[in-house]
């Protein structure tokens, strides 16, 4: 059945050669636990990545019940956690995910780093690498707010005021994320909101498919 | 041996997509059960609640009653205003009816309409009642008006959860 409907698709579109190319390569030697068991540590990108996916598939459900406002966001995370059916695992699966891409991200950087696996030709994707590490530390530090509980509000108050301390263009900043002056309220959790949900993902997917299409270009850095 | 031998190419794809199935359907389940959980709470029944109507103040012509109630969605609590148009049929009954259309859910009047004397009115598609809540043919309604159950109480009306009327 799927193989016909795949047929009638690939005869009409050649879509073969387009995941072919995606897929269907050969994992080199030194990258394969099979052979050299130490080559696990090839696997902290795709776990980063694979984390990645849960977080954007458990944060899109978490929206169904979330509200980014004062009066309601707290409510309405207490509600999803304990009334509706497994509100605690998806939002655990949020919260602790949010820990463990860091986590990943930070195991697969030691990786590329004491490899050297960032030098010539692959410097772009250092670089890139590193746009998609700040993405990650702004979405953990945006999404931290959502809860609105009091550690919520306390910890964006200190990163508020960290902004704030940057020379120059420091009170424009803060006020930029905070949305007022002097409040730390409805502006600032709906800002966090829509930087959280729709603005750095929209960065993470394009820095990703950026970070990929170069290691498929480039292939993996050889054995040391 | 079997006919059906089973190549390693083959054994290695079910089980990797056996597996990876479990793994997904593990990942995909609580989200999947917490997105459908408003299907599948447990209706509340609904209390009785009282209106401002006393029973001796009923006729056989309709009245429009609003009663207020506390209506609780998810996390948000606030009062709400419900309403009834109640009268007294031929056979001395109270009879509340619920001013939802069965259309599309518009809001009916009685007696608004100059060319249909004492009927349920809907203005969005012209629909019409009779007084008893039954459905004129030909207009867009295809059931009769929800029924409120009544119930008295110190002199004044109650009314519970209004239901679609039997034998519709």
Redesign the interface.
């Known amino acids: 059945m799927l193989n016909k409907i795949y047929d009638w698709v690939d005869e009409r579109l050649d879509i073969t050669p387009l995941w072919r190319d995606i897929a269907d390569h050969e994992v080199p030697e030194h990258v394969n636990p099979a052979h050299h068991f130490s080559a696990f540590v090839y696997c902290f990108g795709g776990l980063t990545f694979f984390i990645t996916v849960?977080q954007i598939?458990?944060g899109m459900?978490l929206t169904?019940?979330y509200v980014p406002d004062i009066k309601?966001a707290w409510?309405?995370v207490?509600?999803?956690q304990n009334?509706?059916?497994?509100?605690q695992?998806?939002r655990g699966?949020h919260h602790w995910g949010a820990s463990l891409v860091i986590v990943m991200m930070f195991l697969h950087t030691l990786r590329v780093f004491f490899q050297g696996a960032y030098k010539k030709p692959r410097e772009l994707n250092w670089i890139v690498g590193v746009l998609i590490f700040f993405v990650m530390l702004a979405l953990g530090l945006t999404g931290y707010l959502l809860p609105w509980d009091m550690k919520a509000l306390f910890a964006t108050k200190v990163t508020l005021q960290i902004a704030e301390a940057v020379p120059l263009i420091g009170p424009y900043i803060k006020v930029l994320l905070s949305g007022h002056s002097t409040i730390v309220g409805a502006q600032t959790l709906t800002r966090f909101f829509a930087i959280h949900v729709f603005f750095l993902p929209a960065a993470l997917l394009g820095l990703m498919g950026a970070h990929f299409l170069m290691i498929r270009k480039q292939g993996i850095s050889g054995p040391l | 041996m079997s006919k059906h031998r089973v190549s390693r190419r083959q054994f290695l794809n079910y089980t990797l997509t056996g597996v990876g199935g479990f793994m997904a359907a593990g990942?995909?389940?609580?989200?999947v059960?917490?997105?459908v959980?408003p299907m599948?709470k447990a209706e509340d029944a609904g209390d009785f609640i009282a209106t401002p109507l006393k029973v001796a103040d009923i006729t056989a012509e309709p009245q429009k009653v609003n009663f207020s109630f506390t209506q609780k969605d998810?996390?948000?609590e606030s009062e709400e205003t419900g309403t009834a148009w109640v009268f007294k049929n031929e056979a001395g009954e109270i009879v509340a009816l619920s001013p939802v259309c069965k259309h599309l859910g518009c809001v009916v009047d009685w007696n608004t309409d100059k060319k249909n004397p004492n009927m349920f009115f809907c203005p969005c598609h012209y629909g019409l009642y009779e007084k008893d809540g039954t459905n004129v043919p030909g207009t867009p309604p295809l059931a009769p008006l929800d029924v409120y159950p009544t119930r008295e109480k110190d002199g004044f009306l109650y009314v519970g959860k209004a239901e679609p009327r039997k034998g519709a």
């Open positions: 849960i598939l458990s459900f169904m019940y309601n409510e309405s207490y509600y999803l009334q509706v059916a497994f509100g695992i998806v699966m | 990942m995909l389940m609580p989200m059960r917490f997105a959980d599948l998810a996390w948000y």
